[in-house]
């Protein structure tokens, strides 16, 4: 397989990122924020524009990825593999509601986030088993590039992990809101480009 160019965005800042709150699968859209956030990427993209976007079907990763689309005139493909992990009962909680409501959570999830777990959320193995999957049925549809991908940090976060052969749980990783990292995909040799940039928002950057 020929390596492949993939631009790994996070979705721009939505209500819920706003005001805190813990968002999983939920789907909250971009707050006014996030939606200048999304077109000033797009203005940084004109450097090397990408062929194809594909996005979580979330309405925050939607919301931006047809700004992509729109700019460039590419398709918009909806992936429902990029979707966030699911939270369970933590979703549109702020973390002050999780430490009243669940202590034992919060405690172990700032102690030993790798054994974490949380009630009523996802399987860890089957997410990562799943983003993998869609991930690679993306880079096999593709021998040229770039490729956006429009997601969300947990989700870019383990596919992160599964490209450099990292077999945590949970990603080390941070991804701030419309951020860029760029990653050259080649089962021999894969390399991490960019990681977590995110100079095109300029003195407004949001790092919530």
């Not at 405690?107 to 009523?120: K, T």
């Not at 993998?132 to 880079?139: E, K, N, S, T």
């Amino acid at each position: 397989m020929a390596l492949l160019r993939l631009f790994l965005i996070r979705h721009g800042r939505s209500e819920w990122n706003a005001a805190h709150r813990i968002q999983g699968c939920a789907d909250s859209p971009l707050d006014e924020v996030g939606h200048v956030q999304a077109r000033q990427l797009a203005a940084r993209l004109h450097e090397a524009p990408p062929v194809t976007v594909y996005t979580s079907p979330l309405l925050r990763a939607r919301e931006t990825a047809d700004v992509i689309g729109q700019v460039f005139d590419i398709p918009v493909v909806p992936e429902g593999r990029l979707r966030e992990y699911d939270v369970g009962a933590l979703s549109g909680l702020t973390w002050v509601q999780v430490e009243a409501q669940y202590p034992e959570v919060a405690r172990q999830w700032q102690e030993d986030i790798e054994n974490v777990s949380l009630p009523e959320a996802e399987d860890r193995a089957i997410f990562r088993e799943r983003v993998v999957a869609g991930f690679d049925d993306i880079v096999a549809r593709h021998s040229e590039g770039p490729v956006a991908v429009v997601s969300h940090g947990g989700t870019l976060g383990i596919y992160l992990n599964h490209l450099i052969g990292l077999p945590r749980r949970f990603s080390p990783f941070r991804f701030s809101n419309v951020s860029l990292s760029i990653v050259d995909v080649n089962p021999r040799r894969p390399r991490v480009i960019l990681l977590n940039d995110t100079c095109h928002l300029g003195s407004e950057c949001d790092l919530w």
